[in-house]
């Protein structure tokens, strides 16, 4: 095991520091859940601040870790890297695999609350609390250094975590997030089977409703590809822009023509990000 409570299933040096993959046992989730952390230089003789980076549909913890090219920038800013899966896995429920839309793969970082995904789909509290006492327990982390950060799914995950637990978030941002879940046929096929049919539940994970009532300290930064697929019918970023406005939320968005929904996408800006949050986190 390595670490009581933690299995190590990989370490490689990486950027002078190391990219680890791990196992445990989630109370939350009912189950094993993975994730991978990389622990840049500095790790090794300080706690060093914290960047969650939720991944999309279909993604595991090896997505981001893998494409978005984030560790070297991370080793140079002394940031702990934190990529958990998206939701957990083998459940045995009907349903449960098989859709890419839904089920294993698209959590999306919520806690269920309709049989049976309520006993094991609990993203929002697994990575909202669970995770976060595990990475501060079992790594050189200083988790009230933290920032979230998400790509899509994640994206939206990494915007209504923020918003609903501002005192554990110092820095948040998102690459093409769903911010409307609640307005676009994503969220609309998803919500009623996880949380049933009383839409004022399913506002408490839709960043639109929640940043008119919770103002996060500082400025989100959010970046959207023009050419993005899921632009017009699923991301809708328009819609939060006016949330925002609405809620006197401080919002740095912006919009690249020719860019995509693709990991190509997600490693031009990721150094925009990793320095927007390491301003916030006060990394030297």
């Known amino acids: 095991m390595g670490m009581t409570g933690i299995e190590t299933i990989s370490e490689q040096r990486c950027h002078g520091g190391v990219q680890g993959f791990y196992r445990h046992h989630s109370e939350q989730c009912g189950g094993a859940m993975r994730f991978a952390l990389f622990q840049p230089p500095q790790a090794a003789h300080e706690a060093c601040p914290v960047l969650y ?6 993604c595991t913890e090896e997505t981001a870790t893998i494409k978005a090219g ?9 940031l702990i890297l934190v ?27 919520l806690d269920a609350t309709q049989s049976p995904w309520s006993s094991r789909f609990r993203m929002h509290s697994y990575v909202a609390d669970e995770l976060p006492a595990l990475v501060a327990q079992h790594f050189p982390a ?16 990494a915007l209504t975590i923020a918003l609903r637990h501002k005192d554990k978030y110092r820095s948040v941002s998102a690459f ?25 539940a399913w506002a408490e994970y839709d960043a639109c409703e929640l940043v008119r009532k919770h103002r996060f300290d500082g400025t989100i930064l959010i970046d959207q590809g023009e050419a993005d ?27 690249h023509a020719g860019y995509d929904h693709s990991y190509y996408f ?18 030297r």
Do not use: N
Not at 93 to 109: S, V
Not at 150 to 155: A, D, L, N, V, Y
């Open 176 to 200: 093409a997030p769903i911010v409307a879940p609640t307005q676009v046929p994503w969220g609309q096929k998803a919500f009623p089977r996880y949380l049933g049919d009383d839409t004022t």
């Open 266 to 283: 997600i490693t031009t800006f990721i150094e925009d990000h990793l320095r927007h949050h390491a301003e916030a986190l006060g990394c």
């Open 53 to 58: 980076f939720l991944a999309g549909l279909t």
């Open 229 to 255: 697929g899921f632009l017009v019918t699923q991301l809708k970023p328009e819609l939060f822009d006016q949330a925002c406005a609405e809620g006197g939320q401080s919002l740095l968005l912006r919009r």
């Open 70 to 78: 984030a560790q070297r920038l991370a080793a140079a800013l002394g």
């Open 83 to 109: 990529m958990p899966d998206t939701s957990p896995r083998q459940t045995g429920f009907d349903g449960a695999t098989g859709d890419w839309e839904f089920g294993e793969g698209a959590g999306f970082y």
């Open 142 to 157: 200083d988790i009230s250094r933290s920032g979230i950060t998400g790509h899509s799914m994640g994206g939206h995950g």
